[in-house]
């Protein structure tokens, strides 16, 4: 062989191996995050998510990848959307939002990892077969919003005790608020309060249910635990001062919006829980061996500065018991 030909050849071949390294390298697992909220309004939820990742050593971009379905608060685009991961062959879907992404994704598949976010106990519902031992392909956390709505009643209680009817606003389209609107309308009973339940599911109805509560005399309102509720928070927030009510919610992102009062647990924790088991599942982890998480801290929140525009007196007992106090 000539020198020239020589050379030209073992070019050629330093040019395949790398070719060829390359081609054998493993593709990026790709996680599928399913949520009945909408981009916008959840990024840092997302941001969460991705921290629980990093603590498993996987970085979006780097050695994972993170397909995004949003319904937009639409649940009826949930199992499209649930479908289109399963025929891209995830490696896990997660689901975020309640009970109706994590039921829907289950129904999907019964072979891909999944890991949800629930207000409700998913040994209960049949997500699981315990919280110890899920036994199945899924398992996730549990951020117990149905165990919490009479809670609320009480501390709206405690602040405007002299309130004859109390609005209670839930979507209809959230599987868990008909039980939530039981508890909380036997807690009402209990100490002579009557509940004025309204609907809503999209931005006007949010608007008309505020203005019917205005015109009934509610003297407060609790905003039902709901996915799309807590995309809308500004709404809500900006709404409550227009009618000047006093208004309680599920998560604290609504009292740091300017809302008056929440209790409920962390949900920023729950979504960096939620990166974590996906990290696990990723390196081997089984969801039938991971137990569910069950978040056991709830945080009480208030705003100081909007329970004075409500002209509201908080009682100091109640301040030392918060978790934060916005002034």
Do not use: C
Request: net charge positive; charged share 15%; hydrophobic share 50%.
């Amino acid at each position: 062989m000539r020198r020239r030909e020589f050379i030209l050849a073992l070019g050629g071949t330093a040019v395949a191996w790398p070719l060829a390294a390359r081609a054998q390298q493993p593709a990026m697992p790709v996680i599928g995050f399913l949520h009945v909220g909408s981009a916008e309004t959840l990024s840092h939820l997302v941001t969460a998510f991705r921290q629980g990742l990093k603590q498993i050593g996987y970085v979006e971009g780097r050695n994972v990848t993170i397909e995004f379905r949003w319904a937009e608060g639409h649940y009826d685009r949930l199992a499209a959307l649930a479908a289109d991961l399963v025929h891209r062959q995830v490696a896990v879907i997660v689901t975020g939002g309640g009970d109706a992404p994590a039921a829907i994704a289950k129904a999907a598949t019964a072979t891909i990892p999944i890991v949800f976010n629930v207000g409700s106990d998913p040994s209960r519902t049949g997500l699981v077969a315990s919280l110890s031992r899920p036994g199945g392909n899924a398992t996730g956390v549990n951020i117990f919003t149905a165990e919490l709505a009479s809670k609320r009643m009480g501390l709206l209680d405690e602040l405007v005790p002299k309130t004859a009817v109390t609005a209670l606003l839930v979507n209809p389209n959230f599987p868990p608020s008909a039980a939530n609107a039981r508890e909380v309308q036997a807690a009402a009973r209990a100490i002579g309060r009557q509940i004025l339940l309204l609907n809503a599911s999209n931005a006007n109805e949010i608007d008309a249910a505020f203005a019917t509560l205005h015109l009934r005399h509610a003297g407060a309102v609790i905003v039902g635990a709901d996915p799309y509720f807590y995309s809308q928070r500004k709404q809500f927030v900006e709404l409550a001062a227009r009618y000047a009510t006093p208004a309680i919610y599920e998560q604290r992102e609504f009292v740091t919006a300017g809302g008056f009062m929440s209790y409920g647990t962390n949900i920023a924790d729950s979504y960096r829980q939620m990166g974590a088991y996906a990290g696990k599942i990723l390196r081997g982890a089984k969801p039938a061996d991971l137990p569910v998480v069950q978040l056991t801290k709830f945080e009480l929140v208030i705003n100081l500065k909007t329970a004075k525009a409500l002209g509201l007196a908080v009682p100091p007992t109640l301040i030392a018991l918060a978790d934060e106090v916005i002034e």
